[in-house]
């Protein structure tokens, strides 16, 4: 069914419009949640989240494209919930993967006081755009879908070293990037 | 904060984005599944084309083509090869030298030829010296599982290697996977067949750094196995807690480079260390392992 038409039912208050969109993206949206938590209950109930969240947000809300809409709610829940269950103990998958981040973004002083949430992300998305398609898709399935490196590595037929260095390589042009457009690293 | 905040800017990044790793993650997956009638398919097209490309090829040799006399009934092979026993109209002489037959098998495909443990797939049988006319079971992909952990996947094996007090680096990433059989008819008999683990990993000593594999082949009872063949084999060897342990250590792409292997309860354990410090650093892993 056409996203249009699933946010039609949405609209109409349809429950219908919850069976579309798990039939749709349920597997895609649990794959992210479960990437997070890596525990297949957890990743469950996020995806129920995540459907719940689409409920209470169309309408008013009409996203396009629903996809990255329904990702982006099933990962923010995912995350929510992996903050509550690790509070103390570190997950050694999201945290590896946001650790591998935080190594070339992190300073003494930090990046909050320089720029805000909304300037960072203009400056990765205008970042991302001036990758070459493969670097950009590697990076946003690592960091943005927490898929680990092995994973990467089978989707783009190519060994896990090859990705590891290309990350790497990645995360420091945008430590440089970033570095360039003033904001303290 | 710092990392919430990283995470929150990058969480929100432009759909797009999003929208174009999911689309190419799609789009390989769909390039990339495997499906038999595809190999099969590809297989017989090959085979098809070869008998049509050998009928001119067997008129320029002056033989006339078997099936052009089945209406007058004469005998279909005449000239030089004439002299072959079937003479039936229509019927495939196996003795004709004009008709391709698949290459024989060289064993070339056999498990361990590879000479970097790290890539080396699993031997599922290579598809080229199969006889395409015969009917055979049908072979899974070999699944690889990845764990979280040593123990997760010691857990999945039902067995403890002697990678349970391996220390891991874990500013760095690792990946611990296990290769199960693909030679079986299906993925329950897969599974029931663990034939490799295999764990990635580095670490990260500030000056230098150590890209460590470790790697246990299940039911490999020989340290002659040419697994590790291609490596420079010094004959190296040493006892550490009563395990023989053999080894080699050289130079290679500037890195310094040491491989050890040995047998454990009946499986054979390959230790690879490439260090960009200027010495060998093997046996702090070996230590950690056999200690």
């Given amino acids: 069914m ?26 895609t949206c649990h794959k992210i949640a479960f990437n997070i938590l890596k525990n297949d209950l957890d990743a469950q109930e996020c995806v129920n989240d995540t459907y719940l969240g689409a409920w209470n947000n169309i309408p008013p809300q009409r996203p396009n494209p629903l996809r990255a809409y329904i990702c982006r709610i099933a990962r923010n829940i995912a995350i929510k919930r992996y903050h509550q269950n690790t509070a103390k103990k570190r997950n050694s998958y999201y945290d590896v993967a946001l650790d591998e981040l935080e190594d070339y973004l992190s300073s003494g002083a930090s990046v909050e006081d320089e720029v805000s949430t909304a300037e960072l992300t203009k400056m990765i998305d205008d970042f991302l755009d001036g990758l070459d398609k493969t670097n950009r898709v590697m990076f946003v399935r690592r960091y943005w879908f927490s898929e680990s490196v092995s994973e990467i590595a089978a989707l783009f037929n190519m060994n896990s070293h090859t990705v590891t260095v290309r990350l790497s390589r990645t995360r420091e042009r945008l430590r440089r990037y970033l570095i360039e457009r003033g904001v303290t690293i | 904060m710092k990392r919430e905040k990283i995470s929150e800017a990058f969480g929100n ?22 499906r038999p009638w595809v190999k099969w398919g590809t297989l017989m097209a090959a085979c098809l084309a070869l008998v049509f490309l050998s009928i001119p090829l067997v008129n320029l040799l002056g ?11 004469t005998p279909a092979i005449e000239g030089p090869l004439a002299n072959t026993e079937n003479k039936e109209p229509g019927i495939q002489n196996n003795n004709n030298p004009g008709i391709v037959t698949p290459p024989e098998n060289t064993g ?14 699993p031997d599922t049988g290579s598809d080229q010296n199969k006889d395409p ?25 039902k067995y403890n ?23 079986t008819p299906d993925v329950e008999s897969a599974f029931a067949n663990p034939q490799e683990l295999v764990i990635h990993s580095s670490y990260d000593y500030g000056e230098f750094i150590d890209m460590v594999d470790y790697n246990v082949l299940f039911n490999k009872a020989s340290v002659d196995d040419s697994y590790i063949g291609g490596y420079v084999e010094q004959g190296l060897t040493k006892e550490i807690n ?33 260090s960009s410090g200027t010495e060998h650093t093997l046996d702090i892993y070996l230590n950690m392992v056999l200690k």
């Fill in chain 2, 133 to 157: 006319g015969s009917v055979e079971p049908p072979t899974v992909k070999p699944p690889t599982v990845e764990y979280g952990s040593i123990e997760e996947a010691h857990n999945a094996l």
């Fill in chain 2, 13 to 34: 990044i432009s759909s797009r984005h999003i929208e174009e790793a999911i689309e190419f993650g799609e789009k390989e997956e769909t390039s990339h599944v495997k």
């Fill in chain 2, 242 to 274: 009563g395990v023989t342990v053999h080894y080699c250590l050289f130079e290679s792409n500037g890195r310094m480079h040491g491989q050890a292997k040995f047998l454990h309860d009946g499986n054979l354990y390959v230790i690879d260390v490439k």
């Fill in chain 2, 108 to 121: 070339d495909g056999e498990y361990g030829k590879d000479n970097n443990p790290s890539t080396m797939p």
């Fill in chain 1, 2 to 27: 056409d996203d249009s038409k699933i946010i039609e039912l949405f609209y109409e208050r349809s429950e219908q419009a919850i069976v579309e969109l798990s039939k749709k993206y349920g597997d």
């Fill in chain 2, 63 to 73: 033989i006339n083509a078997p099936l052009a006399n089945i209406q007058d009934g």
């Fill in chain 2, 161 to 183: 290697t002697l990678y349970s007090n391996l220390i891991l680096d874990e500013s760095q990433q690792v990946d611990i996977n296990v290769l199960f059989s693909g030679d």
